[in-house]
Structures are given as structure tokens and as C-alpha cells.
């Protein structure tokens, strides 16, 4: 199952986060400040950040910067989670190379529809760049080869 990091300074937005994901059958590993969790990204390189925007240390800005210059970072999905939600908030997050947005109080449907979008978004871009031109994947060329 994919690994999710939750980086999050409120104690009890993380204890919710990792309830829902955890209920799904996700790993999860929390970080409490922007340098942790850039710390953790290099150790456990999840699959998907949910990253909290007002934090102490770095802020969720200040960290998508970071994991967007670093090219051992920059392909991992990221979503704020915030309790900005005013009109033009989710504009600006996303312009800030943001995956996704979620505002708080987390909606259980939501954050699920959002891992699964992206996390499916990126499989398949695993899989496309693992291929080469010509190439089909693995179920595809199986089949081919069966109806022979």
C-alpha cells in the first residue's frame, strides 16, 4: 500500500489525517514542522505529502519551494491542507506547484478522492517513463502473445 507523510503542526489535525488514512490501509509516517518534514521525505520518500501550509519552522510554501528545486523530491504529489479557504486561497496554492488542495476541516470523501487521483496519476506516469517508445506494458504484450 502507498506511503503517506503528513506534515502538520496541530496534534490533533494529524491524529484525524492518519485515522482516515490509515482506516484506507495507507502507511503513515507524520512530520510537526516543514524541516522535519523535508528530513522525512529523504528518509522514507513517501508517495504522496499532505502538507499543512501554516506551519513553525518552513512553512507549506516555503517546503514546496524546497521539494520543487531538489530533483530527488520534485515528482512527489503534494497537497496543502489548509484552513485557508477563501475565495482565490486554492488559486494560489495551486500556482505554487501544489498537487491538490484540501481545505480543514478535512472531508474524509474528499481527501480519499484526492489520493486516489493522484496516486493513480502517478503510477501511471511511473509506468509511461519506465517504458520505451514502442514498448506496451507487461498485460498487453501478454495478451498479444496469447492470441497468437
Aim: proline share 5%.
Amino acid at each position: 500500500m502507498s506511503k503517506v507523510l503528513i506534515a502538520e503542526d496541530n496534534a490533533v489535525n494529524r491524529e484525524l489525517l492518519r485515522e482516515l488514512l490509515e482506516m484506507r490501509g495507507y502507511t503513515v509516517a507524520e512530520a510537526c514542522d516543514g524541516g522535519e518534514a523535508l528530513r522525512m521525505i529523504e528518509q522514507i520518500q513517501p508517495d504522496l505529502l499532505l502538507l499543512d501550509i501554516g506551519m513553525p519552522v518552513l512553512d507549506g510554501y516555503a517546503v514546496i519551494g524546497k521539494i520543487r528545486e531538489n530533483p530527488r523530491m520534485a515528482r512527489l504529489p503534494v497537497v496543502a491542507v489548509t484552513a485557508y479557504a477563501m475565495q482565490g486561497d486554492r488559486e494560489k496554492i495551486l500556482h505554487a506547484k501544489f498537487d491538490g488542495y484540501l481545505s480543514k476541516p478535512v472531508n474524509s470523501q474528499s481527501l480519499a478522492e484526492e489520493l486516489n487521483r493522484l496516486l493513480n496519476k502517478r503510477a501511471d506516469r511511473d509506468i509511461s517513463r519506465n517504458q520505451t517508445p514502442g514498448s506496451q506494458p507487461n498485460d498487453k504484450a501478454e495478451a498479444a502473445h496469447k492470441s497468437e
